[in-house]
């Protein structure tokens, strides 16, 4: 064969060749591009926004999962269901019950679905110690509650908490059930999941991050760049200090008081918390809790934060308070049937 053609051949072969790779190429399906949080002015990822983290995920691992940090899609369905049929039972008048409900389930909101964080769904809120349990410093729940019954009693500096049986006066009940704090540390820190009213709003500054608390309308302030206070000031709340490491918002807080025991943990309550924002929908939250007088260790929790539509509207309880009267006045119908009975 003349040479000429040989290399005319191959030459239109390399081009058939190339013209194959070229359509093949084009017909792959294009990389997804990584996400990239937007940000603000100061280049720090925006945070801004309503949202959410109401889960059925509870915080502790239940035994039932016992040595299993992560739910198959099984488990998952299985769990999510119990966990949604003690509170949304009462609902539906017809479904059938083998428990009693309070009479305000209708009101509770702990979401639909168990928490998941990297495509996995976690059995237990808390992720160390592996075990998925509180390391608690034995009696130190029932010294706190000790040193609310001395600061009920007037105890100088030993606290003010609620002591459970006792309703001598409005001062003796929980600081939530004065409508004075969000119940079940929903305000933080940590800012945990509660029966209803999961939602926060937060709002952005180079200096001063506030996250506004749908629940009792409680509101943080956490300053950027600080110091902390001085020992001698202490907030229901703590003092929130933050700064950034990369895209993350690390959030140290002390300074606590004794009108708050979260978990049984002291005035020396330590906590820090992250918040990164992983995609358009999430920031993924996580916390550590450090108290040598209630813990034997320190341990954490990681959750996300869901964007959820706004705005948050303000909540009213004190103004409607019926409860507080209700208890108070219960408690003297029954001190009045115990001087009755002691004097037959």
């Not at 001395?150 to 606290?159: F, N, P, S, T, V």
């Not at 309308?217 to 600080?226: A, K, Q, T, W």
Request: glycine share 8%.
């Amino acid at each position: 064969m003349n040479s000429r053609w040989i290399c005319v051949a191959a030459t239109g072969a390399l081009a058939v060749a190339s013209a194959f790779a070229q359509s093949a190429a084009d017909s792959k399906p294009a990389s997804k591009k990584a996400w990239s949080a937007p940000r603000l002015a100061d280049g720090h990822p925006d945070l801004q926004g309503t949202w959410t983290n109401a889960t059925l995920t509870p915080l502790e691992r239940p035994a039932q999962f016992a040595n299993q940090p992560f739910l198959t899609k099984e488990e998952t369905a299985k769990a999510e269901a119990q966990a949604r049929g003690l509170y949304t039972d009462v609902r539906n008048p017809n479904a059938e019950r083998d428990r009693d409900h309070a009479y305000n389930s209708l009101f509770f909101d702990r979401g639909q679905n168990y928490a998941v964080v990297d495509g996995q769904v976690r059995s237990s809120l808390i992720v160390d110690p592996p075990d998925g349990k509180i390391p608690r410093v034995p009696g130190a729940r029932a010294m706190a509650l000790r040193r609310a019954a001395a600061a009920a009693a007037g105890d100088e500096g030993a606290g003010a908490q609620a002591v459970i049986g006792r309703f001598d006066s409005v001062k003796d009940r929980p600081l939530g059930e004065r409508c004075l704090l969000g119940f079940g540390s929903t305000s933080g820190p940590p800012m945990m999941p509660v029966l209803y009213n999961n939602n926060y709003q937060i709002v952005q500054t180079p200096d001063r991050i506030m996250i506004l608390v749908e629940m009792v309308h409680d509101v943080r302030l956490i300053r950027m760049n600080s110091e902390h206070l001085p020992g001698s000031i202490r907030k229901w709340l703590g003092d929130s200090v933050g700064h950034w490491e990369g895209d993350t918002l690390l959030v140290d807080t002390t300074n606590f008081t004794d009108k708050t025991h979260y978990q049984g943990a002291t005035r020396d309550l330590h906590v820090m918390e992250r918040f990164k924002r992983v995609d358009d929908h999430t920031i993924l939250y996580r916390f550590t809790v450090e108290d040598p007088k209630a813990f034997t260790r320190a341990w954490s929790a990681e959750y996300p934060f869901l964007a959820t539509p706004g705005p948050i509207y303000e909540y009213a309880c004190h103004e409607g308070n019926y409860a507080m009267p209700d208890i108070l006045g219960g408690a003297r119908k029954e001190d009045d049937a115990a001087k009755k009975g002691s004097t037959k």
